[in-house]
């Protein structure tokens, strides 16, 4: 199956002022999309991070795309997701995702492989999830994802969104949004991102959301390695039940040497909770120092950057040989990207929590797939019965989207200079900051 054209489009979509370790988010977040065209004129697409260098990195894959046959580009690809290095100079600790110029070459395989996949699956009519080795359930779990967060919808000037869930700064704001969040959704568990309050109120709010929940709806934490070590030790022992049950601690702090010394302080202390990280690990050649180490007990993947959807499967057999948990890491993203999450989660046995998603941070005002948003039921994303993705691109919406992008004065996210423009001019992120 001979492709025959490919279409890169760069876009924007309102994203709400979120805050992490990281900084602000800002008033758009960037995305890519990518189409390529077989010669019986049917079109595979992608979704991935977005500004000038992802979509450069794919731009410079043209003439290797252009003329392939589907069913083998990605064979041809290979060497991309090959090789490539890991350690603290890789992970994510001081790059926010997509940022990092060492895991370019993986993510842009990533989306040629979801859009070839897509293609191919159209072609055969069959969806993804069955042609990367069979589903092994419909629905796929997503977790409901609470941020701190300003006031506003985003977006700007004559394009701003409405404000869901309000300025949520406190303990009880972040609790009355995930109530909020999960009578829309339906999701049944809960993940913080935090990093961002002082540990005793990010302690406060979890316990908080225990209180009000219960303990049958599994609680998580993030603070994107905004702790010492002993910080860390001293939330895991304060969270020691909020976080059980199906609950995890997510890159407390820096380094897989750093993580290893909070398992084992945790463990010394009869805290059992697993670590999670999507930061210190972000490869295969990650695995053997952080297993050896002890330092993570779930792994979170992104498709997007760690090499594709069939990646992913491969990380996940590994993650059962050496008995550690999976779960998958979100960013800012429309429906494309969450229907290629929801597809491999299908295809993938080992998947021992529910997923992350921002899918509820986004706007129906700029969903790009034809019929607007993904439903999410339950907290899950039923697999329709569609060939490829089960999505199809809404031209009129992508050219919002390229227009938005195209009055845009940044081309890459960068939420430390958000943070300096909108809340603190002197504003710098420094790790661990507690």
Known sequence: MKIVNMKVHSIAIADPPLRSSYGLHAPYALRSVLEIESEDGIVGIAETYGGD???????????????????????????????????????????????????????????????????????????????IGGRVRDRVPFSAYAFYKHAGGDGERNDVRADEYGEVMTPEALSREVKQMIGHYGFGSVKLKGGVLEPKLEIETIKRLRSELGPEVPLRIDPNCAWATNTSVVVGKELSEELSHGGYLEDPTSTLEGMSEVRKQLLAAGVTTPLASNVAITSFADLPQSVGLDSVQIVLCDSHYWGGMRQVQHLATL???????????????LGVSLMAMAHVAAATPHLTYSCDTHYPWQSEVDEIIVGGRVPVTDGCVTIPDKPGLGVELDYDQLARGRERYSRLTYRKRDDEAEMQKHVDPTWKRILPRW
Request: proline share 4%.
């Open 53 to 131: 260098a992802p979509a450069q990195a794919l731009e410079g894959l043209r003439t290797r795309v252009i003329g392939a046959d589907a069913y083998k580009l990605t064979g041809e690809l290979a060497h991309l997701v090959e090789g490539q290095g890991a350690g603290f100079a890789r992970s994510q600790t001081y790059l926010v995702p997509g940022e990092n110029p060492l895991d370019t070459a993986t993510r842009t395989y990533a989306a040629i492989e979801t859009a070839c996949l897509d293609l191919i699956g159209k072609s055969v009519g069959k969806p993804i999830c069955d042609l």
């Open 319 to 333: 993650c059962r040989v050496f008995n550690l948990g999976l779960s998958m890491h979100s960013n800012s993203h």
